[in-house]
């Protein structure tokens, strides 16, 4: 069920239920991870919960038309229910699912999806192909985010900015666990990103934004391979010439099409200077000599650069596409147009302004890139 659309609906807040503790049956999953019941006529968000679960309850917050819940305890679990393999979940921010089946996330991602597709772009019809399931439903991520503090890691306790020591991560690379095994004595307090690159273990300071000095990359290696095997296919498979990767990052797309395409015109777009000046680096390292890159935030740069005939791609953030840049692309409509998205919503958003705008929906392909979690990376390809 989507959280969005409950939320939006305006009621004065009564504020009778706040403090108090109640018991609750949960009937549903919301997009944002929790688990979702009623009381009277109010719906109630609580995590780490799921369809089936009978609970005891303590509101946090009475918002009128929603109560947001802390749980205290299942009292009669779901038939489905599994035992959280992480000691540390329910109090951990990382995962949302790990009482739920992974099959079953798998069916509540893709129904979420179809619902979210159909409510706020108006797509009740289109397609969706099978989801791809990860190879690793756990030990998958490639690199974590944190805070070095008295000798010892830690991540952010659920919605708080409370901090919560861990010792290991249930979704985490076996070298990243090994590596918070062994601690961080004599560290100063820092937040830091450790990622595993080539079978070896970084513990890199974060920058501004969230960056490290490893740069970004998909959190799951083998569904990162899936994801770039799916746009390359899409790509070879065109007749276009000009292929424009409109946030291109340091470049990992834009090279591979350059060197895969010789006979194609390959640019790339990213408004970090050190994103661009990496994928120049490794261009000019690979002799490409078929790809040019433009330090320019992509708003700016689609009235200045080919269009209308070529093959684009967009991996925007979570908060989707810039107006700006929907509009361009509506303005001088791509031939096709890949769509790479984490966020169900603002994909939706964005996908109902161009198909309005005479693009054509080909294909929708979700990929769980985040299992454990209810986030879903998709890949849509448009033509238009």
Known sequence: MNINRIKSKRHQASGKYKGRELTLAITALTNAGDGLGHLDEQVVFVPYTMPGDQVRIKVQQDKGSFLIAELLEVVEPSADRIEPSCSYFGKCGGCDWLHIPYQMQLEVKVAELRETLARIGGLADIEIKPIISSPKPTRYRNRIQGQIRDGGFHFMRKKSNKLIAIAKCEIADDLINQRLEKGFAGMAAAKVEIGVTENKVSVEALKPKQTSALGFRQVNTEMGQVLNDIVLEAVSNSDTTIVNDLYCGRGDWTNTIAK??????????????????????????????????LLAKVEEALDKIKVKKSFCIVDPPRAGLDTAVCEALCKRPAKELIYVSCHAATLARDLKLLVNNGYQVGSVQPLDMFPQTSHLECVVKLEG
């Open 260 to 293: 895969k395409l010789p006979e194609a015109a390959v640019l790339g777009i990213d408004a970090m200077p050190d994103n661009i000046t990496l994928a120049q680096s490794r261009a000019r390292q690979q002799g490409l000599q078929n790809v040019k890159y």
